[in-house]
């Protein structure tokens, strides 16, 4: 069991650096225990303002306005530098093609999802 969890944390970790999350934001950090709640949980995705961010902020000792706007910053930075490709194959768009970025959930759940799926193989 700590095994799976500490391979589930490591593609985590993966695919966030991939998509350009530096890892010395504080909201790298959030993202990553938001997307390991996600996984386990898909129905805070739903509901990040009123479940996932206090939550959150009650694991860091922070508030939730806190927690939102770190991986708000989190997000945008890698929108800017990530890999495009991983971006295409995630949301089927990248900042390239003139869209916005993703939204905090959707960003999240679009990651937990994946998580999900390679960790099944």
């Known amino acids: 069991m700590i095994e799976e969890e500490?391979?589930?944390?490591?593609?985590?970790?993966e695919f966030m650096l991939?998509?350009?999350?530096p890892a010395h934001l504080k909201g790298y950090r959030y993202v990553r225990t938001?997307?390991?709640?996600?996984?386990?949980?898909?129905?805070?995705v739903g509901s990040v303002t009123k479940l996932l961010y206090p939550e959150i902020a009650k694991l860091y000792n922070t508030t939730d306005g806190k927690v939102e706007r770190a991986i708000?910053?989190?997000?945008?930075?890698?929108?800017?530098?990530g890999n495009k490709k991983t971006f295409?194959?995630?949301?089927?768009?990248?900042?390239?093609?003139?869209?916005?970025?993703p939204t905090n959930s959707?960003?999240?759940?679009?990651?937990a999802d994946a998580v999900r799926l390679k960790a099944a193989k």
């Open 6 to 13: 500490k391979r589930v944390e490591q593609l985590i970790s």
């Open 72 to 81: 708000r910053n989190a997000i945008e930075i890698s929108w800017e530098r």
């Open 18 to 21: 991939d998509m350009g999350v």
């Open 34 to 44: 938001a997307v390991l709640m996600a996984k386990s949980d898909m129905k805070v």
């Open 88 to 101: 295409e194959e995630m949301f089927g768009y990248c900042a390239e093609s003139g869209q916005g970025r």
């Open 106 to 111: 959707e960003y999240i759940a679009a990651i």
